[in-house]
């Protein structure tokens, strides 16, 4: 490989930059902004294709759980499982990580469940296992390795670079970006799994993950908190069309178990102790993951912040629906008619992740004592567990509403039942009833639910549709 290094000698010589090029993939400079801006003070250069070592290991259908590797050659792709008729989706993880982790095969493998694709993923260890800062530019050879294999498809196959999804993790998400940039924002979509905030929050677009990449393009922020004091390692600005919060973007449910209870993780040590580093972090792949096979348990919903979200102050959906977080956001109307659109909504604290948001809205009968009421649905598609509306004076003709995330899918209500308590020992054995029961789904369409009866404490009221 032809290898040519020079300096450049600026005016006045104030400042030198320099400039490394291969004949495959061009050339690398450490000018402003790649390099010498406030968010990345090193003049440093990535380190040559050689050593970043970028492989492609891809699953199909065909091949779900033994990769057959190829490289931008049109003959090794010709003789591999690879189709031309078939969307192409390559997997890119990030710092310290590697291609071969499950993560990367775990998305593959659900993807083959719901249809038939290229599932590439993308390893660059060799590159990410070093300094964190040489990590960050060595992503502009994977992103320039990826935007190569792409020209190839199209150059010798015809191959569409809209039938190409790139999804990157991390660093990973910024190689994607480059991938796209390359590409022209040609490609059909890329999808940032928590991009990576130090050496990218802030700069130009040219050097991250912006929307101008792709045609689409759809990130998921789980550990957005700042990288000083709190070691938030994602990014909080919006850098997509769509940009979801789950959770409010920072503190992941199930995040805060402790050492102990990670290392005896069914996923073993090594998963336990990412988890335990980098819980928040990890936690945008398996989202993704656990997405693709619930097309509607990630609903994300319009709001001004997570803190009004958790008022119960953005829902239901808009007339023009909610995009779903994840695999399924390509199918909201409104994916790219502006940039930065921003989305709320729950999860699990464990998979299956997925969660369906109902408002319930109570009005009291019977006697006023003070305690808690619950309710639980039951629906076509399955019964949720019993969640808490109020708590406190419960007064007759009083209405109380409440939002919760399910972890079941009801579908369309067909009754409701309706439980009291306060653990106060009450000889006169209070009764008390809810007169209406209303169920409002996140698409806006209630069910409503009556009764004429009251129960005593702990005791189950079933109300009928009405
Ligand atoms: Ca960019
Ligand atoms: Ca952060």
Request: charged share 20%; hydrophobic share 35%; net charge negative.
């Amino acid at each position: 490989m032809m290898l040519l290094i020079w300096t450049l000698s600026l005016l006045l010589g104030a400042v030198v930059g320099k400039e490394i090029c291969y004949q495959r993939l061009g050339c690398f400079s450490d000018d402003s902004p790649w390099a010498g801006i406030v968010e990345r003070p090193l003049k440093i250069l990535p380190w040559s294709p050689e050593d970043v070592n970028t492989r492609f290991l891809l699953y199909t259908n065909e091949n779900p759980d033994n990769f057959q590797k190829l490289v931008a050659d049109p003959s090794t792709i010709t003789d591999s499982n690879f189709k031309t008729n078939r969307k192409t989706v390559f997997i890119i993880h990030g710092f310290i990580d590697k291609g071969e982790e499950n993560w990367l095969h775990n998305i593959c493998k659900n993807l083959f469940n719901v249809e038939s694709v290229n599932c590439i993923c993308v390893d660059w260890k060799s590159g990410s296992r070093t300094g964190y800062t040489q990590a960050s530019q060595n992503v502009r050879i994977v992103g320039a390795e990826v935007a190569y294999f792409i020209d190839v498809l199209e150059s010798s196959f015809g191959y569409s670079p809209s039938k190409v999804h790139v999804i990157g993790h991390s660093l990973g998400a910024h190689a994607a970006g480059e991938s796209g940039r390359r590409t022209n924002g040609t490609i059909g979509r890329i999808t940032g799994l928590d991009p990576a905030e130090p050496c990218f929050e802030g700069t130009p677009e040219l050097v991250r993950l912006d929307p101008s990449d792709a045609r689409f393009v759809d990130v998921i922020h789980t550990d957005s908190a700042p990288i000083i004091p709190n070691l938030g390692f994602g990014m909080s600005q919006t850098v997509g069309h769509l940009d979801f919060f789950p959770n409010g973007g920072r503190e992941m449910p199930g995040c805060k178990k402790n050492a102990l209870s990670q290392i005896v993780d069914i996923d073993g040590i090594w998963e336990g102790t990412r988890n335990f580093a980098a819980c928040n972090h990890l936690r945008s792949y398996k989202y993704y993951a656990d997405s693709i096979l619930n097309p509607d348990g990630f609903a994300g919903f319009p709001c001004a912040s997570y803190s009004v979200f958790s008022a119960n102050k953005c829902f239901p959906c808009p007339s023009e629906g909610c995009p779903q977080m994840g695999h399924y956001a390509d199918r909201f109307p409104g994916k790219t008619k502006a940039v930065g659109q921003t989305f709320y909504l729950n999860t699990g604290d464990a998979s299956n992740f997925a969660r369906w948001r109902y408002k319930v809205s109570v009005t009291l009968s019977g006697k006023k004592v003070r305690g808690h009421i619950l309710v639980s649905l039951f629906g076509d598609r399955g019964n949720s567990k019993q969640y808490e509306i109020f708590k406190g004076s419960l007064q007759p003709d009083s209405t109380h509403s409440n939002e919760f995330d399910s972890d079941v899918e009801v579908g369309d209500v067909q009754k409701v039942k309706f439980i009291w308590y306060n653990n106060v020992i009450n000889p006169t054995l209070p009764r008390v009833g809810a007169s209406k029961i209303s169920v409002e789904l996140n698409d806006g369409k209630v069910f409503n639910f009556c009764s004429q009866e009251t129960v005593r404490e702990d005791v189950l009221l079933t109300l009928a549709p009405c």
